[in-house]
């Protein structure tokens, strides 16, 4: 099985200068949104549209010009990752799957000052999911209070998402399907982490750009390839974030 890992497009809070601006859910910005078309076509079409002036290694990105062959495609619950998931699921012809347990590390909330401190958010509710993405598949457990019922979130928790998600995936291992999943930059971190059977806590970090693409190959045997991370060869130089 081969999955394809991919990073959400620029979100609203990626673009800040004063994290304290920040938003609990926030939306892609313009540039987010044509990074996530640029990389919608690129997985449809295999084609490097912007091709860079050096590649590691002298070999194509893609596979023959072909596209990827994805035959899945999930996507986390946050809309930064739904948005993105939106034109990749037209490109592609599949309908993307909300997947509640591969959403960034802390969940939805926001600090609200020291008289207030830090709330948790629901998160996007069932019917404005199903009215702004029609065509995606939404598990029940997304209802009219949202998704998220917690705080922040702490690291071990985000790190046992992290270890069922990976379990998950080792199970997938004898098919041949190739699968996307559209996640968040720290929790990309841990999935890895828990896919390599790494410690949970340490410093080491897998840097992942805004609508990058690594590929992970699970194998029948327990083999695990990792074959590459955050290729950006479908984005011009002044569209990486």
Not at 92 to 104: A, F, K, M, Y
Not at 177 to 186: S, V
């Amino acid at each position: 099985m081969d999955l394809y890992l991919i990073r959400h497009a620029q979100s609203y809070n990626n673009a800040l200068p004063d994290e304290r601006e920040r938003v609990c859910d926030p939306d892609l910005t313009d540039l987010g949104r044509r990074q996530a078309e640029l990389l919608a076509i690129h997985l449809a079409t295999g084609r490097d549209l912007h091709p860079q002036p050096t590649r590691p290694w002298n070999v194509p990105f893609s596979a023959n010009g072909h596209g990827y062959g994805i035959q899945r495609l999930f996507t986390s619950a946050m809309r930064r990752a739904l948005q993105t998931a939106r034109p990749i699921g037209r490109a592609l012809g599949l309908r993307p799957e909300v997947w509640l347990d591969i959403h960034e590390h802390g969940g939805i909330w926001l600090d609200h000052g020291p008289e207030i401190g830090i709330l948790g958010h629901g998160g996007i509710t069932r019917s404005e999911l199903q009215a702004g993405f029609p065509d995606y598949l939404v598990p029940d457990e997304i209802t009219e209070e949202g998704w998220w019922h917690g705080g922040q979130e702490s690291l071990e928790a985000a790190a046992g998402r992290a270890a069922r998600v990976a379990a998950t995936l080792r199970s997938w291992a004898p098919s041949d399907e190739k699968i996307a999943i559209i996640t968040h930059g720290a929790f990309a971190t841990l999935l890895l982490r828990a896919i390599l059977g790494e410690p949970v806590v340490q410093p080491v970090y897998y840097h992942l750009d805004n609508a990058s693409i690594s590929l992970i190959r699970f194998r029948a045997n327990g083999e695990i390839s990792v074959r590459y991370l955050n290729r950006l060869d479908h984005l011009p130089p002044d569209m990486i974030t």
